[in-house]
């Protein structure tokens, strides 16, 4: 059935007043399922060993635009989590935005996460370095903000109340950001911060937690790719440097396809507030991926991470190896199986934990 079709059928029954006169309305999604062996080895314990299906960020959303003339249009989205594994669904946590677009680009309010228009400057040109399993499920290479981090490369993706912009200028894609977080109007207080007494944001109110800018400029001429981008975090109502917070973060990218082979690469680097419990003040990433395609509709994907992480309570590196083979059964249908190993090596102690998952998995968007 025609997407148009069955997105205008859903307006009438749920805002018939708001899309009755909407011509490019268009509900999409996508469906993704692996079957999953993980396994954790750490020194004398070892846990897992059992295969598990589950769904890997499978959704539904509806996104539009409205040509207001000049050149303008108006534009939107709105996605669902949705879970194929046990039939539950439309939660929220995905982007959601509203925006206008015009010759001087696009510029968009609302949650953000890279997907559709919506902006993640710093992951989605990170993501450069490649996924087959377009960073959904076990097999991913690029990860969420999360400090000790379930992948060796990790960047902020999803944000609330934020503000996007992008543009092309001269062939270099502009990608912008600024995340203002919080959920309820802003309120005062007093707090000491560095002996001083400074009236700093009630906790959990507007802007209390780190407001983050990020820009991305990425270049494509033929076969080369090559991007840079930075990202500064504002920490708000606390002392970041007790607990050395990151205050920026600088990242290249480059890609070439060779033509029988694609090889990217990232390197990038974390500036603390102050200094981490092991004497550093900066965390490194790098990491170089390799695509070699066996035909027109597959191929081998590999790709090896080193990261640090001085800024937790243990500070850790971790590096991350990951071997793949994917099958093209159309433009939208993928199926793929890989192997993937995430080491965690905490700093003081030499102690390792290696968490392996083999995952075979397949994935349609519609």
């Given amino acids: 059935m025609n997407k148009k079709l069955v997105a205008a059928a859903l307006g009438l029954a749920f805002a018939a007043p708001v899309f009755a006169d909407s011509s490019n309305v268009t509900l999409y999604g996508r469906v993704h399922q692996v079957l999953d062996h993980q396994s954790t080895d750490a020194g004398a314990n ?137 959920n309820n109007d802003q309120g005062n207080n007093t707090a000491t911060v560095n002996n001083n007494a400074t009236t700093t944001p009630i906790a959990g109110e507007k802007e209390n937690g780190s407001r983050e800018t990020e820009v991305a400029a990425t270049y494509k001429v033929g076969a080369l790719t090559i991007g840079g981008g930075f990202q500064l975090f504002d920490q708000q109502a606390q002392d970041p440097t007790t607990a050395a917070k990151a205050e920026r973060l600088v990242q290249g990218v480059a890609s070439y396809n060779f033509g029988s082979f694609t090889l990217a690469g990232l390197v990038a680097q974390t500036k603390l507030y102050g200094t981490a419990a092991n004497g550093e003040d900066s965390n490194t990433d790098v990491a170089i991926s390799g695509t070699l395609p066996l035909s027109a509709n597959s191929g081998i994907f590999g790709m ?63």
């Fill in 304 to 366: 090896y991470a080193d990261s640090e992480r001085n800024n937790i309570a243990a500070p850790t590196d971790l590096n991350q190896l990951q071997v793949a083979y994917y099958y093209d059964f159309s433009k939208r249908t993928r199926t793929y199986v890989g192997f993937n190993r995430l080491n965690t090596e905490v700093q003081a102690t030499k102690a390792e934990t290696d968490s392996d998952n083999f995952t075979i998995g397949l994935r349609h968007n519609f």
């Fill in 46 to 182: 070892k846990t897992g060993g059992n295969f598990t299906v589950s769904d890997a960020s499978s959704r539904l959303g509806v996104r539009g635009a409205e040509d207001l003339g000049g050149g303008l249009k108006a534009v939107f989205a709105y996605e669902f989590a949705v879970d194929s594994d046990n039939g539950a669904g439309f939660t929220g946590g995905r982007h959601a935005y509203l925006g206008l677009q015009g010759a001087y680009g696009t510029f968009l309010i609302g949650q953000q996460d890279g997907g559709n228009l919506s902006q993640a400057p710093l992951y989605n040109q990170a993501s450069l370095i490649g996924s087959v399993s377009n960073n959904g499920g076990p097999l991913t290479t690029v990860g969420s903000t999360s400090l000790a981090g379930a992948q060796a490369i990790t960047r902020t993706q999803r944000t609330t109340n934020s503000l996007g912009y992008t543009t092309n200028v001269a062939g270099v894609q502009i990608d912008v950001r600024h995340a203002l977080r919080g």
